[in-house]
């Protein structure tokens, strides 16, 4: 566990509205849960986003799943917060749910 | 290579559930678990019990984990 790196997520989370970790991109995700996380982020209407491709960067792939005590990828943030992976993601959209609590994120 | 057993008995060591079911294939895995102590809780927190019971294995052993976690009281009323 590495407290730099836990700091720069903190940062990351906490300086930006909505911030997915994914494996790969959402234009070319590199896992089918990560996939699934972007298509349901753009089902959403979310076009603005923080994506930070965890395949490109070994610190954060080690030490994440330290931040939340959440193991795997992908991970949604909004305002700070683990809102869940994929499976919860999409259960919350299902029920309507994250539409709101992404709007609130996106809010000033 | 880990056996849908291997997590059932990985989750009722660590949590007291009334009702554990696990599926999977080896790396992708399924399970359904209904426990008192999700009460009160959010589904990502219920979740986060899960994983802080499986631990690393969680990472080693177990590429994808979908769950479905339910209080008595969900589960007995669910459709």
């Known amino acids: 566990m590495d407290q730099i790196v836990l700091e720069r997520i903190r940062q990351t989370v906490t300086g930006n509205p909505i911030v997915l970790y994914m494996k790969g991109t959402p234009q070319f995700p590199q896992c089918g849960f990560s996939g699934l996380a972007a298509q349901v982020l753009r089902a959403c209407g979310v076009t603005e986003y923080v994506a930070v491709n965890v395949l490109a960067d070994a610190e954060i792939y080690e030490n994440l799943k330290y931040y939340a005590n959440w193991p795997t990828f992908p991970q949604l943030y909004l305002k700070g917060e683990l809102i869940g992976g994929s499976d919860i993601m999409k259960d919350l959209y299902e029920k309507g749910e994250l539409q709101k609590l992404v709007e609130s994120a996106k809010a000033p | ?79």
Not at chain 2, 48 to 72: C, N, W
């Open chain 2, 1 to 79: 290579m880990t056996t849908p057993e291997a997590i059932k008995g990985y989750i009722e060591q660590g949590l007291n559930c009334d009702y554990v079911h696990v599926e999977g294939d080896g790396r992708h895995f399924e399970a359904v678990i209904v426990s008192t102590a999700f009460q009160g809780k959010s589904m990502v927190q219920q979740h986060q019990m899960v994983y802080g019971v499986l631990g690393d294995r969680m990472r080693e052993e177990i590429h994808a984990l979908s769950m479905k976690t339910f209080t008595p009281e969900q589960w007995s009323n669910r459709i």
